[in-house]
């Protein structure tokens, strides 16, 4: 039998090895291929994720908000760094702590506007918020700073200065600003304060008090109109003088003659007086504490007193009851030391 029709075996297998070999480039392009679409998708990711992070997570609103979180905080070091402001020459009380926390207490409604362009390069970040109930907004320009990590932006806020608030407090030489202690040599002093905030100044002693004032800030341009703080008595020094007098007229009022000695009530007559004496003390004096020439001074006092005896006419010899209630000024000298009050009365006859 002739076998010349089959092909030779090694014709056969040459064949098998070009189709294998086929074969396996494409196969070899097919995954390149997709390790190529991969990677590249992994770069387009990549891009994507670096854009959003830089918008969302190191914008320049970031930024603001790391500020603004930082003065909540009471961290004046980092407030400061972020700001990059420059620090007048000013009382530093409410720069850090509790102070500066408290200076966000009355911010409600806070909300930190997307970023626009300014004409100098810059970006400019908008916050806007209420203080008791009053719409108040502050902008933030920044630029932009070294790259973090090779990708990631970063924005420096343009350095500004510090706003200041001027106060003055009568007859003290101290005062408070948010809770933080503060001296006022000859009863004045600026402080040094962040933005946005809201500060409150008062004094309080146990003898005198100054009603607190409140100023808000909003930026580092806004003209802060000066403090006052008008001290005045408190109602435990109001009481002590009040008492301290009544107690000098009670003791007075004893005594059983026309002309209590040391004392402003008097009375006269020209008749022969045939009973006791009596005074008693009809409306006590008003206590007014002011001050003048850095000192304290009660005003002039003004006691109604009744008198009351019989007497009898040299004339007539008739006997006829008296009762008369007048008027009788006079004044008192106050020294004061520490918490110690001291009254001293004055009569001028």
């Known amino acids: 039998m002739r076998n010349d029709l089959a092909p030779p075996i090694q014709a056969v297998e040459a064949e098998a090895g070009t189709v294998d070999g086929v074969n396996n480039g494409t196969q070899l392009i ?58 007048p ?26 970023p626009t362009d300014t004409p100098d390069g810059h970006k400019l970040v908008t916050v806007k ?6 719409a108040m907004s502050t902008d933030f320009r920044l630029t932009p700073g070294p790259k973090r990590w090779l990708f990631f932006d ?11 608030i001027t106060a003055s407090v009568v007859n003290a030489n101290q005062a408070t600003i948010n809770g ?18 809201s500060y409150e100044l008062e004094y309080r002693s146990e003898l005198f008090a100054a009603p607190p004032v409140t100023r808000n800030v909003s930026g580092p341009a806004q003209p802060v109109p000066a403090v006052g703080l008008a001290t005045g008595p408190t109602s435990n020094l109001l009481t002590q003088v ?38 008693s003390v ?16 009660l005003a002039p006092l003004n006691v109604k007193a009744q008198v009351s005896y019989q007497e ?26 520490g918490t110690t009050v001291s009254v001293t009365p004055v009569v001028s006859y």
């Not at 408290?102 to 409604?109: N, T």
């Open 30 to 87: 097919k995954i390149a291929a997709a390790w190529l679409m991969i990677f590249m998708l992994g770069i387009a990711a990549a891009i994507v994720t670096v854009t959003v992070v830089n918008t969302e997570e190191f914008g320049p609103e970031s930024t603001v908000s790391n500020y603004l979180d930082a003065l909540k905080d009471g961290d004046g070091a980092k407030a400061m760094g972020l700001l990059r402001a420059e620090v």
């Open 282 to 297: 009809v409306e006590y004096p008003a206590i007014t504490i002011s001050p003048y020439g850095g000192q304290w001074i």
């Open 312 to 337: 009898q006419d040299l004339f007539s010899g008739l006997v006829a009851e008296v009762k008369d209630a007048e008027d009788f000024g006079f004044t008192a000298k106050l020294a004061i030391s």
């Open 242 to 279: 009040d008492g301290t007098i009544r107690k000098y007229l009670d003791t007075c009022a004893k005594q059983a003659v026309l002309m209590p000695t040391g004392c402003p009530m008097s009375a006269a007559t020209n008749n022969r007086v045939t009973t006791d004496v009596k005074w």
């Open 154 to 164: 970063s924005w420096d806020m343009v350095p500004s200065k510090l706003p200041t």
């Open 129 to 134: 918020y209420l203080i008791d109930g009053t």
């Open 180 to 197: 933080a202690t503060a001296n006022m040599p000859d009863g004045k002093n600026s402080f040094a304060v962040f933005y946005p905030g």
């Open 89 to 114: 020459g000013a009382n530093a009380a409410a720069l850090d702590g509790a102070a500066l926390a408290s200076s966000q207490e009355k911010l409600s409604d806070v909300s930190i506007a997307d």
